[in-house]
Structures are given as structure tokens and as C-alpha cells.
């Protein structure tokens, strides 16, 4: 057995460990019949009504996705950085983080683009999301500092801080690694001596890093790019909120849109473990949050967390089947590319 098909079948349990482990912390003291009690009482248009808003918000990150490359192709077509997404968001249902490998030589093969610069993009992608993520955070226990400290004990009135120092490191490490030599100074002193291979590899990530936040250009890219992830955040926060009104959470509970984020931000601390398409681990986020800090019933959490995850996992692999099927007639699915290989057009 090969190093790399050990790796994956390492991968491939860890996952399936994970998945267990949510799954059994999720019915361990569920009772399913009030799922289902729960489930059969909402109002199910405004299920209905989140689907269009979900497709808008990855619409929303394809135009993202485009202003980053555009000082690399000024013609990148938003439709065609929607169907590589779509083909990613489908792939990672099957495979942990598999659609962050193929989407970007999806979008290079249409676009005629090198596929490092593309890939390169994805780097900034995650970077800007991370940031973004942190700052959600940061304001989600500003805000309910106090239930979640009740709640989680483990939660010290440190947290905070901590989060800022961290948002702190991370906004002046992209600094450095953007202005200076550091990076590439570090990888030589202290990774070189220990392992070669390793540095080959993380040198290349460190360029792919550098290669992203340059593409972008001008400044002004920079406000767009800040402008559609916030709006490309609201529209991941909105659904959330009018799953509530379907469960009439809003009414006997008195949530709003600010709780609407909070479970953005916990679902999606859970969507980064590597379960494929986050089942299990997703709808334990949302029983915690919804249980613990709003003292919602577990039946209902649960069936809220059924909800809000079946949203997005058939949003994803209906639109990203009919993409999936889109790019392979068009013969962009195929093997042997190169980082430096430019698309097909």
C-alpha cells in the first residue's frame, strides 16, 4: 500500500469516526418520535423560501471569486465560477475538502487561466472566510458572553481575548507574510534542515498565498471583495433566521436575527471538521446552541438542525449535480493537468 492510499484511508476513518461520534451524541438522549412531532408542525413555506436565498448566497461567492481574478482575466464568467462551485460544494458531500481540490481547475480549464493562479485565489478565499469567521465570532460572545460562559464552563472569561489575539495574529501575519521575506526565511531556517519535501511543499503554498492576495490588485478590488463577503455572510444568516419563523421560534422564543448568526457561527465551526457533507456534526452544533443557550427543547433542536442542514445539502448536490453534469458533457472533466497548464477554453 502507497503512502498516498494510506493517507486517504487514514483520512476516510477519521472521518467515519467522527461521523459516529456526532451521530451518537445526537439521538443519545433524543426521543425521535418528537423530532418527527416537531418536523410535522412547520410551516414548511418558509422551508420553501430559504432554497432561492441559499442558491443567491454561492451565486454571491462566484462573484467573489471573479473580482479576485480579474486582473488575471477580465472576462472570468460569473456562471462559470458558480458551476465550478457548485461541482466543489457536491464533491465535499462525498469527500472531506475534495471540491476545494477540483473546483479551481474546473474554473481554469473554462477559463483559460493557469490553474496555479486560480488556485492561488482559493488560498485568499479561505484566508478572507477565516477572518471573517473570527470577527462573526468575536461578536457572537461579545454579545452572549455570559449564557455561553453558563453553558460551557470550559468557556472562560479569557475567551474573548483569546479570539482577539488571535484575529490580531492572523491580520499581521498576512501582513508580513504579504510585505517581507519572513516567510520564506522561516521555511528555510527551520523546516529545510528537518525535511526538504516538506519545505518544497510549503514553499509552494507560501507562493500560492503570496500569488492570491497580489492578483488581487488594486485597492479598490479589495472593498468589493469586502463588500460581497459580508453580503455573502448576511445571505448565509438570513435562511437561519427564517427557519425559525418556520418553527415558530421567533414567536415563543423571541429569536432573532443576531441568534441567526450565532447558529451561523456554531454550524460553521462544525462544517470545518472533516465529516463529508457535515452530518452529524452540523446538527450537534445546532442542538448545543439552540438546548444549551436558548434552553429550546433537544426534539425541536434537533428537528431544527434536520431542517437547516437537509437546506443546504440539497441545494448543493441538486445544483451541483446539474453542474457536475454540465461541466462533464462540455469535456471539462478530465485528467492530467498541470499547475502551469492553462484551460481549454
Known amino acids: 500500500m502507497s503512502s498516498e492510499t494510506r493517507k486517504k484511508y487514514i483520512q476516510y476513518t477519521v472521518s467515519l469516526l467522527l461521523f ?8 443519545r438522549e433524543v426521543d425521535f418520535a418528537g423530532v418527527m412531532g416537531a418536523l410535522g408542525n412547520i410551516n414548511y413555506w ?14 454571491i ?14 472576462h472570468v464568467s460569473t456562471l462559470n465560477a458558480f458551476s465550478a462551485t457548485m461541482v466543489g460544494y457536491l464533491l465535499n458531500n462525498i469527500i472531506p475538502r475534495g471540491g476545494e481540490l477540483l473546483r479551481p481547475f474546473i ?3 473554462r477559463e483559460n487561466i493557469p490553474v496555479a493562479k486560480v488556485v492561488a485565489t482559493v488560498f485568499v478565499e479561505r484566508i478572507v472566510d477565516l477572518i471573517s469567521l473570527l470577527i462573526l465570532a468575536l461578536t457572537t460572545f461579545v454579545l452572549f458572553q455570559e449564557q455561553i460562559q453558563e453553558a460551557f464552563p470550559a468557556v472562560s472569561e479569557n475567551f474573548i481575548p483569546f479570539i482577539i489575539i488571535v484575529l490580531t495574529c492572523a491580520l499581521v501575519g498576512v501582513v508580513l507574510l504579504l510585505r517581507t521575506n519572513i516567510g520564506s526565511w ?4 527551520i523546516v529545510m534542515p528537518l525535511s526538504p519535501k516538506w519545505y518544497e511543499k510549503l514553499e509552494s503554498q507560501l507562493e500560492s498565498f503570496i500569488d492570491g492576495f497580489s492578483i488581487l490588485g488594486e485597492p479598490g478590488r479589495y472593498v468589493r471583495v469586502f463588500g460581497e463577503t459580508l453580503l455573502m455572510w448576511t445571505l ?14 421567533t414567536e415563543s422564543y423571541g429569536l432573532g436575527i443576531i441568534d441567526a448568526n ?8 462544525a462544517i470545518i471538521v ?3 457533507g457535515a452530518v452529524g456534526t452540523f446538527h450537534s452544533a445546532a442542538m448545543l446552541t439552540l438546548t444549551i443557550i436558548y434552553g429550546i427543547p433537544s426534539e425541536t433542536a434537533v428537528a431544527w438542525g434536520v431542517i437547516a442542514h437537509a437546506i443546504g445539502y440539497v441545494v448543493n448536490n441538486l445544483v451541483g449535480g446539474i453542474c457536475f453534469i454540465r461541466e462533464q458533457r462540455q469535456g471539462v472533466l478530465r485528467k492530467n493537468v498541470s499547475l502551469d497548464q492553462p484551460g481549454v477554453g
Open 46 to 59: 418558509w422551508v420553501v423560501a430559504t432554497l432561492p436565498i441559499v442558491v443567491v448566497s454561492h451565486w
Open 262 to 269: 450565532v447558529l451561523c457561527v456554531t454550524t460553521t465551526l
Open 107 to 109: 474554473l481554469a480549464r
Open 236 to 249: 448565509y444568516v438570513v435562511p437561519l433566521y427564517m427557519i425559525f419563523e418556520a418553527f415558530g421560534l
Open 274 to 276: 472533516p465529516v463529508p
Open 20 to 27: 459516529g461520534a456526532a451521530m451518537w451524541y445526537v439521538q
Open 61 to 74: 461567492r462566484a462573484v467573489r471569486w471573479r473580482t479576485m481574478l480579474e486582473s488575471a482575466n477580465s
Open 186 to 189: 522561516a521555511l528555510k531556517k
